[in-house]
């Protein structure tokens, strides 16, 4: 289970953030990602946390997205400042089996059902 939370509308500049809680025994040990996919566009690369081994980003949103977990609560944030159209997605909250982070969806097992983000210009 990976319900993700916070998507909503915002005006270019403006900033929001996402959460997703993750359950089960190993929560606190998995990796976890956040991507989005845009209309008519293939599924993207935003952000991956480890609990070990630091965090990843996509090049679209580095400088302006940070994520961060909270291991006591098994939650990840994506914070997302400075927001223009082309953030617009649905963003999905992942988790992988592993101590590393990783850019490919298909490393990913486990999915959330994904939180709408628009963007107005």
């Known amino acids: 289970q990976l319900p993700a939370f916070g998507g909503g509308l915002v005006q270019a500049g403006g900033s929001l953030r996402l959460s997703c809680a993750a359950s089960g025994r190993s929560a606190s040990r998995v990796t976890m990602g956040w991507f989005r996919q845009a209309p008519g566009k293939e599924q993207e690369f935003v952000a991956a946390v480890s609990w070990i081994s630091g965090s990843t980003y996509g090049d679209s949103v580095k400088g302006r997205f940070t994520i961060s977990r909270d291991n006591a609560k098994n939650t990840v944030y994506l914070q997302m400042n400075s927001l223009n159209s082309e953030d617009t997605a649905v963003y999905y909250c992942?988790?992988?089996?592993?101590?590393?982070?990783?850019?490919?969806?298909?490393?990913?097992?486990?999915w959330g059902q994904g939180t709408q983000v628009t963007v107005s210009s």
């Open positions: 992942a988790a992988r089996l592993s101590t590393y982070t990783a850019p490919s969806p298909k490393e990913y097992r486990y």
